[in-house]
């Protein structure tokens, strides 16, 4: 059966692995493998920006793939950037086989604000939702409850559920093997 793999990249957070990875199992209905942590690819870090770059580690996961993954994500605690924004908290291949997730600016501390752990890991939950829903070809939805909606600040990270909306969830249900569990898909 396809799998999902899940990788730190940098210094591994084992407790938003795990709450990561039970998500993902559960709405994408496939097992997840946690892979060995992998090294921030060298010239990811942009010194003038104080960021790394989300395409370079897209790339390292693409070459980190086990064959028997089929989606691989990355969950980084770096603060990333695309070249045409100022911060992303994930980026993905749009049906393609790699995601990554930030936890940087979804943490309270980032924001100078005394760390809240259950909020974290409730947002790395939703963003890991939303990149790899981009794997499987979803797109923004207007739906600001859905995983899938555009975020460009915790505020609407914290609006979003952690279950796809009806319109996602059949997207996902085409692309999901019938003998796949259901997990969270309506």
Same mark, same amino acid.
């Given at each position: ?14 407790? *938003? ?8 199992? &559960? ?6 493998? /946690? ?9 990811? +870090?942009?010194?003038?920006? @104080? ?36 911060? *992303? ?19 309270? &501390? ?14 790395? /939950? ?25 975020? *460009? @600040? ?7 559920? !952690?279950? +796809? ?8 249900? !085409? ?8 997990? /969270?898909?309506?």
């Amino acid at each position: 059966m396809s799998r999902v793999a899940v990788v730190a990249i940098g210094a591994p957070d084992d407790e *938003v692995l795990a709450s990561v990875e039970g998500a993902v199992a &559960a709405a994408f209905g496939r097992p997840v493998e /946690r892979l060995a942590p992998l090294a921030e690819p060298p010239g990811s +870090f942009d010194a003038a920006r @104080g960021q790394w770059s989300a395409p370079d580690m897209l790339l390292a996961l693409l070459k980190a793939r086990p064959p028997a993954a089929e989606r691989i994500l990355g969950v980084t605690g770096r603060d990333l950037f695309v070249p045409v924004l100022s911060f *992303v908290f994930g980026q993905a291949q749009m049906d393609g086989p790699t995601a990554v997730i930030s936890t940087a600016r979804i943490s309270q &501390a980032f924001s100078g604000l005394p760390e809240d752990r259950p909020l974290l890991l409730q947002r790395a /939950r939703k963003e890991a939702l939303h990149e790899l829903g981009h794997t499987f070809g979803l797109v923004h939805c207007p739906d600001g409850g859905c995983p899938m909606s555009l975020s *460009v @600040g915790v505020v609407q990270v914290d609006r979003k559920g !952690e279950a +796809f909306c009806a319109a996602c969830a059949a997207l996902v249900r !085409e692309k999901t093997p019938a003998s796949s569990p259901g997990g /969270r898909l309506p």
